[in-house]
């Protein structure tokens, strides 16, 4: 399970201000996923990534930034953080498409004051 | 659009007692559908997927195509099956999986 960790684990910020949550994974997997966990919605994809320098969005992306220079590094950028972005963020990854076990983070506590 | 239901937000059932968790899909094609599973302060990790057709932790769940169902059931429920169920069958012409709103399930012991 350690193959793939977030950070910060817990984060504090205002409204308006640039946040960045990491994704880091250490198996090379091709894809990697970011979610969000809300009470009522389960869990919704944000963004994912087929493999380095290749990105597309999944239901909910907006307000979201991703970027994918290298396999193993996966951030989710949180441009001008509103407070419906408070949630928990969980990262995953997987060796291939959807048939593939995707392996998630331990997640991003999220607070937007 | 695509969808997945899992219409239990909730489910409480006393140990020893059979349980099942719902999850209906709408997917034209032929799904590989999961049930992933949240444990009290742990990650989210695969409990089993259709293909595999295996029994994990004495859950199994049948894919039923007339029905469009994909329920996880268990025999015996234990304490330690207390935790958030998701199913998660795939996006229609997607790479990444949908997942469903989650049930809480509480075996009361």
């Known amino acids: 399970d350690a193959g793939i960790t977030q950070s910060p684990r817990y984060k504090i910020t205002e409204t308006g201000r640039q946040v960045t949550l990491m994704c880091h994974q250490t198996w090379s997997h091709s894809y990697m996923f970011w979610y969000r966990q809300d009470l009522g919605h389960g869990l919704r994809l944000i963004y994912y990534s087929a493999a380095a320098d290749i990105t597309d969005k999944g239901e909910v992306p907006d307000g979201y930034v991703v970027s994918r220079s290298k396999t193993e590094n996966f951030p989710l950028t949180l441009e001008s953080a509103t407070r419906s972005q408070t949630s928990v963020y969980f990262c995953?990854?997987?060796?291939?498409?959807?048939?593939?076990?995707?392996?998630f983070g331990p997640g991003t506590r999220l607070l937007v004051l | 659009a695509q969808r997945v239901t899992q219409p239990e937000k909730l489910l409480s059932v006393f140990k020893g007692a059979p349980v099942e968790l719902k999850c209906n899909y709408s997917y034209s094609g032929s799904p590989e559908l999961f049930w992933y599973v949240q444990y009290s302060r742990q990650r989210l990790q695969l409990l089993l997927r259709h293909i595999s057709r295996e029994s994990i932790k004495g859950f199994t769940a049948d894919l039923n195509k007339g029905e469009t169902s994909f329920h996880l059931k268990k025999p015996f429920a234990q304490e330690e099956d207390s935790a958030m169920y998701y199913c998660a069958p795939p996006m229609a012409g997607a790479n990444n999986l949908f997942f469903g709103t989650g049930t809480r399930l509480t075996v009361i012991p």
């Open positions: 995953a990854s997987s060796r291939g498409q959807h048939q593939e076990t995707q392996y």
